[in-house]
């Protein structure tokens, strides 16, 4: 069984308790990896305050080639790392795949916002007060940036805080979800061996609740990015005091079928952004609110397509649905569907427990809104399909959520999709697309529980620096 050492100060780091990861399909073992202690959680902290002193006065070209070499390293073991990543977080391989390729991306757009770090010139004269004056703002790094991520997207997700992190200047502490910790471990080895110096990202795992209430608490921290659930992120927040805090929360995307929909084109569309991972994705597809007229065409194609879906073991390149993360995760989302039925909803498709945390993928027609699989965030591999009269009715459906990351509209009519685009309340809307659609360019964030700030490497960078003004005299 391989052993997964921490990653601090530019060494490897071990303790005396150790953790087994599992994949999750089988629960066959894939390595072992140690629980941070408190002193080890300081001394990654105390690396990463040293190290910021450096990241700051590190060129940006220097920043920008370090990335690069990480992103040309990561491509060179690009099938080592997605058979990792579908290890242990139970994602099919092929999708596993597209994740260390969109991580490949995530790398290249920050090195390119290595180079894009300016301010602007101030005219002070436009004021009375101000001629004889010229000014300027320059963006400066925060310092140390804490970043906790979560087990679906193990080597992707955390790209996304710690490349725009280092583009800007930053050392970072990486706390990666307890389930998944093996992508991180292997991605740190990666950028050491690109040059990154020493203490810049310092990678510990253990107990999410201790090491990221330590993080928030410490004064050295300048940040905290973290993506999870809304009850610990809203925790974080509250312990952070004036730290900057980016929160990528909960969700449960919807989508609406105007009468006009290309049902030909939006069906395959809803039903991957619906069961990829296993819905185990922040914008799965999770409500669907079809119009009257054509709500049971789309329900008998949409759940056909669901039904020819192939699960299986992750390696399994035909594999199209896996497990879920842990078997109790597999029983919670069950309760849901059978609490939905109870309450009236029909079960059309799915919804049988498989293997170990399998769940076969579910539809679920006429829900009730009240349910919690329709008003909170599933996270697993079932789909709420509800049928609506006007298009004022699906609005106030998908806004009646506490939610709000992205949601969609499949519509030929111009005005229908923008005045759906201008009325949901998110911080993506698409048009003709799945809501799980992400390139990772662009701003990528959520309002109301979904969480606060924004990613996307420009964006993250944005929010890991702060703006100084310099003031001359002349």
Known sequence: MAAFPMWIGGREVTTAQRRTVLLPFDGSVVGEVFEATPEVVDQALASASAAARVMRALPRHERSAILRRAQARLLASRDEMARTIASECGKPIREALLEVDRAVGTLGFSAEEAHRLTGEVVPLDASPAGV???????????????AITPFNFPLNLPM????????????????????????ALRMARLFAESGLPEGALNVVTGPGGSIGERLALDPRVAMITFTGSAEVGMRLRSLAGMKKVTLELGNNSAVIIAGDADLEAATPRCVTGSFAHSGQVCISVQRIFVEASVRDEFLERFAADTRRLRIGHPLDAQTDVSSLITEGEAARVSEWIEEARQAGGQLITGGRRMHRATLEPAVVAEAPDSVRLSCQEAFGPVVCLNGYHSLEEAIARVNAS?????ASIFTRDLTTAFRAAQQVHVGGFLINESPQFRVDQMPYGGVKQSGMGREGPKYAVEEMTEPKLIIWNT
Do not use: D
């Open 160 to 183: 996304h805080k710690i490349a725009p992190a280092l583009a800007a200047g930053n050392a970072v502490v990486h706390k990666p979800a307890s389930w998944t910790p093996l992508a």
């Open 132 to 146: 004889g004056r010229m000014a300027m703002t320059v963006r400066e790094p925060l310092g140390v940036v804490a």
């Open 402 to 406: 506490p939610y709000g990351l992205q």
